[in-house]
T-cell receptor, first 115, second 115 residues
Framework: DTEVTQTPKHLVMGMTNKKSLKCEQH?????MYWYKQKAKKPPELMFV???????INESVPSRFSPECPNSSLLNLHLHALQPEDSALYLC??????????????FGQGTRLTVV | AQKVTQAQTEISVVEKEDVTLDCVYE???????LFWYKQPPSGELVFLIR??????QNEISGRYSWNFQKSTSSFNFTITASQVVDSAVYFC????????????FGGGTRVLVKP
């Protein structure tokens, strides 16, 4: 089972709303990632969690707040977003960050539209 | 710094034709990992292959084959006898210790297979 599950699949939110994106994996992976992907562009790394601790924040604005409640779950809390934040948000996981089995498995993403 | 270049932005072929996707990478590290991912219109990034820098063996998996050449810093991907279901965006990616083990994607190549 190489499944990463993301919910919701689609989200429309206003600029004053607060919402959360959820990601779950049951592969026993200890590294989890959030990526942002704009149309016709490659994914861009936002955050990396390793063993449930935030290890990389790629200078992401504070209106995006990640959370890793346990080794299987990863959330991305959204507040006061801007229309330019509209994108596909992808969650991924890998066995760990540093080992040889380092390939990341991605979820289907959440298509976010900020109005 | 590390970089991945996919010079072909879009390739259009007729079903059953072969298609080769080029990938050229740059890294100062001697240990690194190369990947190919497929992104169909549904949005999920599907992991296809990982290659370690110390393993230059080419690989064939069904209709897919990969040609890794360290001498030219290339990791090309060929789809033999293409099918309509192969239509997707394909990303080449690189991860190395020197770059914090962060995945760097190329710009992607959109493959359109026409019936």
């Amino acid at each position: 089972d190489t499944e990463v599950t993301q919910t919701p699949k689609h989200l429309v939110m206003g600029m004053t709303n607060k919402k959360s994106l959820k990601c779950e994996q049951h592969m026993g992976h200890r590294a989890m990632y959030w990526y942002k992907q704009k149309a016709k562009k490659p994914p861009e790394l936002m955050f990396v969690y390793s063993y449930e601790k935030l290890s990389i924040n790629e200078s992401v604005p504070s209106r995006f707040s990640p959370e890793c409640p346990n080794s299987s779950l990863l959330n991305l809390h959204l507040h006061a977003l801007q229309p330019e934040d509209s994108a596909l948000y992808l969650c991924a996981s890998s066995q760990d960050r540093w080992g040889e089995n380092t390939e990341a498995f991605f979820g289907q993403g959440t298509r976010l539209t900020v109005v | 710094a590390q970089k991945v270049t996919q010079a072909q932005t879009e390739i259009s072929v007729v079903e059953k034709e072969d298609v080769t996707l080029d990938c050229v990478y740059e890294t100062r590290d001697t240990t690194y990992y190369l990947f190919w991912y497929k992104q169909p219109p549904s949005g999920e990034l599907v992991f296809l292959i990982r290659r370690n820098s110390f393993d230059e063996q080419n690989e064939i998996s069904g209709r897919y084959s990969w040609n890794f050449q360290k001498s030219t810093s290339s990791f090309n991907f060929t789809i033999t006898a293409s099918q309509v279901v192969d239509s997707a965006v394909y990303f080449c990616a690189l991860k190395s210790f020197a770059a914090g083990n962060k995945l760097t994607f190329g710009g992607g190549t959109r493959v359109l297979v026409k019936p």
